[in-house]
T-cell receptor, first 113, second 116 residues
């Protein structure tokens, strides 16, 4: 059963702590993405990666970091430098012939206490 | 860079009526325009997309139209049903070649409510 999994579904963090969100895909997709979603706003791109060991900043990368050590995995770390981290985080991937359709995971809701 | 505007932000229709959501984009080079449906607490799912070499595309009750000259595209849902209630996002990008990741620019979303 192919797809994208994100864990955990809900995450609570104290101010000043770093936290890592997991994203795994078994679709054999090359490109992976992280988005942030706030109420009343569209999806904003944090980071994306086209291939293993390579990634680029998106529009709102400050306070976040990523790694791409395996094709299947693209974890996102929300650091203490992120001023307003409470949001819904979505991971996506692209692959296949058209190389356009983004498949999204179910999301992780991060709340900073 | 690309900028996508989406209207309306909320839309309420009665079951069986049609719903139309409109988006405009700024970059004339954009050539791929997907629409996503997001249910509460879930990730968005692609429902239909259109490329710049096509003016209209239809899939059962859903259709998308594209006007490249005016740089706007619209989602049309006919015979709406309660299960159509969700948030809908439009997006635009310059489609990359295989091996080049596309960066989608999303609209701010439309919350569609279908009432009985």
């Amino acid at each position: 059963d192919g797809g994208i999994t994100q864990s955990p579904k809900y995450l609570f963090r104290k101010e000043g702590q770093n936290v890592t969100l997991s994203c795994e895909q078994n679709l054999n997709h090359d490109a992976m993405y992280w988005y942030r979603q706030d109420p009343g706003q569209g999806l904003r791109l944090i980071y994306y990666s086209q291939i293993v060991n390579d990634f680029q900043k998106g529009d709102i990368a400050e306070g976040y970091s990523v790694s791409r050590e395996k094709k299947e995995s693209f974890p996102l770390t929300v650091t203490s430098a992120q001023k307003n981290p409470t949001a819904f985080y979505l991971c996506a991937s692209i692959g296949g012939l058209s190389y356009n359709e983004q498949f999204f995971g179910p999301g992780t809701r991060l709340t900073v206490l | 860079g690309e900028n996508v505007e989406q209207h309306p932000s909320t839309l309420s229709v009665q079951e069986g009526d049609s719903a139309v959501i409109k988006c405009t984009y700024s970059d004339s080079a954009s050539n791929y325009f997907p629409w996503y449906k997001q249910e509460l607490g879930k990730g968005p799912q692609l429902i239909i997309d259109i490329r710049s070499n096509v003016g209209e595309k239809k899939d059962q009750r859903i259709a998308v139209t594209l006007n490249k000259t005016a740089k706007h595209f619209s989602l049309h849902i006919t015979e709406t049903q309660p299960e159509d209630s969700a948030v809908y996002f439009c997006a635009a990008t310059l489609s990359g070649h295989t091996g080049t990741a596309s960066k989608l620019t999303f609209g701010t979303g439309t919350r569609l409510q279908v009432t009985l």
